[in-house]
T-cell receptor
């Protein structure tokens, strides 16, 4: 079974702090994703990576950056946390494109609160 | 631009009932569609991925169908149980077989004992 793990289930940070969210997958997937999920807004894509050191902005990249130095690990960075970044953050992975079977697998989520 | 809609937003049924969850999408030129389950405060669990060539996919008491011509997918749950209570989300590629997905906002299902 595919396993996607996230470094923390719950995180509380202060405004202005630099925050790192880590995601690791164990199935050698090329693609990795970071989403945030908010009530009434659903899941929104923040960033997408299709290979090591390759990234693409999603729908809401402002205030975030990402890092993918190794295939299995994808990090989301909040350069200066703000209260409007309080949310549930979800990481996912999938096999590469060129297939119609690009099933996404999700981690357990990180509930981030910025005070 | 792909848009995915799930109606109703919430559904409550008695245990044992068969039920259908609906998902509609605007761009029908997709290669597949995926259904997920989400329990409160948790991540998403993949239930089924239907490829456009398959039109239907089954896993246990779950059956998902895909009709690209009408822009609709349905998730059928047979003999519902209280443990099926969760939010069910569908997701379609932004276009074709894109790796990026657009998610519906989900249907919150409650199965009453």
């Amino acid at each position: 079974d595919v396993k996607v793990t996230q470094s923390s289930r719950y995180l509380v940070k202060r405004t202005g702090e630099k925050v790192f969210l880590e995601c690791v997958q164990d199935m050698d997937h090329e693609n990795m994703f970071w989403y945030r999920q908010d009530p009434g807004l659903g899941l929104r894509l923040i960033y997408f990576s299709y290979d090591v050191k390759m990234k693409e902005k999603g729908d809401i990249p402002e205030g975030y950056s990402v890092s993918r130095e190794k295939k299995e690990r994808f990090s989301l960075i909040l350069e200066s946390a703000s209260t409007n970044q309080t949310s549930m953050y979800l990481c996912a992975s999938s096999l590469s494109s060129g297939r119609s079977y690009n099933e996404q697998f999700f981690g357990p989520g990180t509930r981030l609160t910025v005070l | 631009k792909q848009e995915v809609t799930q109606i109703p937003a919430a559904l409550s049924v008695p245990e044992g009932e068969n039920l259908v969850l609906n998902c509609s999408f605007t761009d029908s030129a997709i290669y597949n569609l995926q259904w997920f389950r989400q329990d409160p405060g948790k991540g998403l669990t993949s239930l089924l991925l239907i490829q456009s060539s398959q039109r239907e996919q089954t896993s246990g008491r779950l059956n998902a169908s895909l009709d690209k011509s009408s822009g609709r997918s349905t998730l059928y749950i047979a003999a519902s149980q209280p443990g099926d209570s969760a939010t069910y989300l569908c997701a379609a590629p932004t276009q074709g077989g894109s790796e990026k997905l657009v998610f519906g906002k989900g249907t919150k299902l409650t199965v009453n004992p």
